[in-house]
């Protein structure tokens, strides 16, 4: 139940507040076992429970699905859930195993709270990163949090909180723990955290700043098979060219993933030699989310790109984290022969762009850091963009998922990102949330398209943005929480059980 509650949390702002009560029950429910197979069980449904609400639903709600590519989603969606309970319960084994089999309750709870935060870190290393189903992402609507966000990221707000719901289970349990002591105990833990979170406000349209610089976000809410036809085109140009009018010189327009469907040509003619003049004319430069063919050594291949145009030159950055099941095949030498016969597809697809393409951009004289849509899940990927940059962007493609569940994770995805990062985070997307999201957990969010298929928003960007101490130093705060189970185990591997603190004995 508990781990089922902490999926729902993830359905929206008002949700949220479930997090907190599901990881003190089930703080609970460890500090009840009485043997290694209860704990484990209560871990491993724990999780199950919860991945299962927070991703599971994604596969039913997949637009455009036939019987058989509906069957490969929820075949994906297995595999992230058993990847996700592989994550907990790994670091678990080796963590419990030190503590030998009479412990107390208090070494219980510290191996199920070290054992989620570790696994909430083992995640990154899978299809699909820690941003679906993140425990950070309800966590992070506690307010004040952009504070310890921006120094342990969602990771270390993780951990911080499943060691919050272990130090309350024990206060409330423990029989050490009498009458108004043990509740000032919970209260200290847990009431300041559930009598705020209704106060917090929710993502709304809010004034933009002064002090900042111009950028005209281009949202659509483009048909797939629309998008590649020719009166389909000729409205993305319209729109385009109206976008570029309104930032105006020395300012940036963003469109979605896949704005435009087909690769660029390999000589500048026709409309796209138009394109590039007005770029040179107005002055604007313009990131455009499309395909585009790469010849290499491996041969000619498709990518995912941002293409920036600019006034007299044009660069790009490579989508690296594709989307399992839907741009790529995991497994192909294994599962090729099932996804050519009966899901009638192919091999070739989106390829994961070459470490070279992988790089910031200089976007109207503003280091940036790009992401495209899939990879805003995986938090190394946006510190590593983060690092050296002033600002975020994410070009995202929302249109095969309708669902409210999903809109919802992707704003409180992406104000999780701009409060770790210290940057603003500009989401631009065609058939979902477009917003800017401010590193002190504001939202500024574009009104629905109310009917409109192509719609410009103008925003201004806060300028001089500069990256957290997290975002400089993700990769060693990973391994350390990715690690600590195994250095707690390795003294029992040498005959010498880790110096666990005395407790209360089960």
């Given at each position: 139940?508990?781990?089922?509650?902490?999926?729902?949390?993830?359905?929206?702002?008002?949700?949220?507040?479930?997090?907190?009560?599901?990881?003190?029950?089930?703080?609970?429910?460890?500090?009840?076992?009485?043997?290694?197979?209860?704990?484990?069980?209560?871990?491993?449904?724990?999780?199950?429970?919860?991945?299962?609400?927070?991703?599971?639903?994604?596969?039913?709600?997949?637009?455009?699905?036939?019987?058989?590519?509906?069957?490969?989603?929820?075949?994906?969606?297995?595999?992230?859930?058993?990847?996700?309970?592989?994550?907990?319960?790994?670091?678990?084994?080796?963590?419990?195993?030190?503590?030998?089999?009479?412990?107390?309750?208090?070494?219980?709870?510290?191996?199920?709270?070290?054992?989620?935060?570790?696994?909430?870190?083992?995640?990154?290393?899978?299809?699909?990163?820690?941003?679906?189903?993140?425990?950070?992402?309800?966590?992070?609507?506690?307010?004040?949090?952009?504070?310890?966000?921006?120094?342990?990221?969602?990771?270390?707000?993780?951990?911080?909180?499943?060691?919050?719901?272990?130090?309350?289970?024990?206060?409330?349990?423990?029989?050490?723990?009498?009458?108004?002591?043990?509740?000032?105990?919970?209260?200290?833990?847990?009431?300041?955290?559930?009598?705020?979170?209704?106060?917090?406000?929710?993502?709304?349209?809010?004034?933009?700043?002064?002090?900042?610089?111009?950028?005209?976000?281009?949202?659509?809410?483009?048909?797939?098979?629309?998008?590649?036809?020719?009166?389909?085109?000729?409205?993305?140009?319209?729109?385009?060219?109206?976008?570029?009018?309104?930032?105006?010189?020395?300012?940036?327009?963003?469109?979605?993933?896949?704005?435009?469907?087909?690769?660029?040509?390999?000589?500048?003619?026709?409309?796209?030699?138009?394109?590039?003049?007005?770029?040179?004319?107005?002055?604007?430069?313009?990131?455009?989310?499309?395909?585009?063919?790469?010849?290499?050594?491996?041969?000619?291949?498709?990518?995912?790109?941002?293409?920036?145009?600019?006034?007299?030159?044009?660069?790009?950055?490579?989508?690296?984290?594709?989307?399992?099941?839907?741009?790529?095949?995991?497994?192909?030498?294994?599962?090729?022969?099932?996804?050519?016969?009966?899901?009638?597809?192919?091999?070739?697809?989106?390829?994961?762009?070459?470490?070279?393409?992988?790089?910031?951009?200089?976007?109207?004289?503003?280091?940036?850091?790009?992401?495209?849509?899939?990879?805003?899940?995986?938090?190394?990927?946006?510190?590593?963009?983060?690092?050296?940059t002033e600002w975020l962007v994410v070009l995202s493609e929302d249109?095969?998922?309708?669902?409210?569940?999903?809109?919802?994770?992707?704003?409180?995805?992406?104000?999780?990102?701009?409060?770790?990062?210290?940057?603003?985070?500009?989401?631009?997307?065609?058939?979902?949330?477009?917003?800017?999201?401010?590193?002190?957990?504001?939202?500024?969010?574009?009104?629905?398209?109310?009917?409109?298929?192509?719609?410009?928003?103008?925003?201004?960007?806060?300028?001089?943005?500069?990256?957290?101490?997290?975002?400089?130093?993700?990769?060693?705060?990973?391994?350390?929480?990715?690690?600590?189970?195994?250095?707690?185990?390795?003294?029992?591997?040498?005959?010498?059980?880790?110096?666990?603190?005395?407790?209360?004995?089960?």
């Amino acid at each position: 139940m508990s781990g089922a509650l902490i999926g729902l949390s993830l359905a929206g702002p008002a949700w949220s507040v479930l997090a907190w009560p599901a990881l003190l029950l089930w703080a609970v429910g460890i500090h009840g076992c009485q043997d290694r197979r209860q704990e484990a069980a209560c871990l491993a449904w724990g999780v199950w429970a919860w991945s299962s609400v927070g991703t599971v639903w994604v596969a039913t709600a997949v637009h455009d699905a036939s019987d058989a590519r509906l069957l490969w989603q929820w075949l994906t969606m297995l595999v992230s859930v058993v990847h996700h309970s592989a994550c907990v319960m790994l670091p678990w084994v080796p963590l419990r195993w030190s503590m030998g089999r009479d412990t107390t309750a208090r070494q219980r709870l510290a191996a199920w709270a070290i054992a989620l935060a570790s696994g909430e870190t083992w995640r990154q290393w899978g299809c699909a990163g820690h941003g679906y189903a993140s425990l950070a992402d309800p966590l992070s609507a506690v307010p004040g949090a952009a504070l310890p966000l921006s120094l342990v990221g969602g990771l270390g707000l993780s951990a911080i909180g499943c060691a919050a719901a272990a130090v309350a289970a024990l206060a409330l349990l423990s029989p050490d723990h009498r009458g108004p002591r043990r509740m000032a105990a919970v209260a200290a833990v847990l009431l300041p955290i559930l009598l705020a979170l209704p106060l917090r406000p929710t993502p709304t349209e809010t004034r933009a700043h002064n002090d900042g610089w111009r950028v005209v976000a281009l949202a659509t809410h483009i048909d797939h098979g629309q998008a590649s036809s020719r009166p389909g085109r000729d409205r993305q140009l319209a729109a385009l060219d109206q976008a570029m009018q309104l930032a105006g010189a020395g300012q940036a327009v963003v469109t979605p993933e896949t704005f435009f469907a087909e690769p660029p040509p390999q000589r500048a003619e026709g409309v796209w030699a138009d394109l590039l003049r007005q770029v040179d004319t107005s002055g604007v430069t313009v990131l455009l989310g499309m395909p585009h063919a790469l010849q290499d050594e491996t041969g000619l291949r498709i990518i995912n790109t941002a293409l920036q145009l600019a006034p007299g030159r044009a660069s790009m950055y490579g989508k690296r984290r594709l989307v399992p099941g839907g741009e790529y095949l995991p497994w192909p030498s294994l599962m090729g022969w099932i996804d050519g016969p009966v899901f009638g597809r192919t091999l070739e697809g989106p390829s994961p762009a070459p470490e070279e393409l992988v790089q910031s951009l200089l976007v109207a004289g503003h280091a940036t850091g790009v992401l495209i849509c899939h990879e805003m899940s995986f938090a190394l990927e946006a510190a590593e963009r983060a690092a050296n940059t002033e600002w975020l962007v994410v070009l995202s493609e929302d249109g095969w998922i309708d669902h409210p569940m999903y809109r919802q994770q992707m704003v409180a995805l992406a104000r999780l990102r701009a409060m770790e990062t210290g940057l603003p985070l500009l989401r631009v997307a065609n058939g979902g949330p477009t917003l800017l999201a401010l590193p002190d957990g504001r939202v500024q969010r574009m009104l629905p398209l109310r009917g409109a298929r192509i719609q410009p928003w103008p925003v201004v960007v806060p300028a001089g943005g500069t990256a957290s101490f997290y975002a400089r130093s993700a990769a060693p705060q990973w391994w350390l929480l990715a690690l600590f189970p195994l250095a707690r185990a390795l003294p029992a591997a040498f005959g010498q059980r880790a110096p666990w603190r005395r407790g209360v004995s089960a």
